[in-house]
């Protein structure tokens, strides 16, 4: 079982409806579950309690935390350094810099989502060649969807997210684990 702990809703609301769409036979709650917090102080205080009480399964942990220009190596690092304590296998991914940076590398998936933002028109954009280089991410997807429910925004995109054309690569990695992990 694949246990994902996410520090807010719209990153649990976009995992769940991409990895339903991507392994439809896998079952939400078997094979494997998100689990969100309320930030990102909530997260990291509740990593190694969820680790050592969960009592399903033979469990292997991915914790997701955004960057939020913080030094990403060192939030990884703390996060690993909590981790080991709860004693289960466990990866820890950094979304550069947030969720909403992933969305910007996948403009199609924005315009499907909402079709009135164009927003694959802004491919060329040179301050979204580079999405996870964005430290406002979250109001340019805002500005561009004219929306500011992040869990409806999340899991409206997360429909017609396609993977292999997202350009942040802190998703490629993020998402280079989630296969090994849910083809295994």
């Known amino acids: 079982m694949i246990v994902f702990l996410t520090e807010e809703e719209s990153m649990k609301a976009a995992l769940e409806t991409l990895i339903s769409r991507t392994w439809p036979a896998a079952i939400a709650g078997v094979n494997w579950i998100v689990l969100s917090f309320q930030g990102k102080s909530d997260l990291e205080k509740n990593i190694v309690p969820k680790m050592k009480s969960w009592r399903y399964g033979a469990p292997h942990f991915v914790i997701l935390r955004d960057q939020d220009g913080s030094d990403c190596e060192a939030v990884k690092a703390a996060l690993c350094q909590k981790a080991e304590q709860g004693g289960r296998p ?27 933002s164009n927003a694959s028109s802004l491919k060329a954009a040179a301050k979204l060649r580079v999405p996870d280089s964005l430290t406002n991410a979250c109001q340019e997807l805002e500005k561009l969807v004219q929306t500011t429910g992040k869990v409806g925004r999340a899991t409206a995109i997360a429909k017609f997210f396609a993977p292999a054309r997202c350009t942040s690569n802190s998703f490629q990695v993020f998402w280079k684990t989630a296969m090994v992990l849910m083809d295994s």
């Open 90 to 116: 466990f990866t820890v991914r950094v979304v550069c810099n947030e969720l909403e940076s992933w969305f910007l590398g996948e403009l199609d998936a924005v315009e499907l989502a909402y079709p009135k």
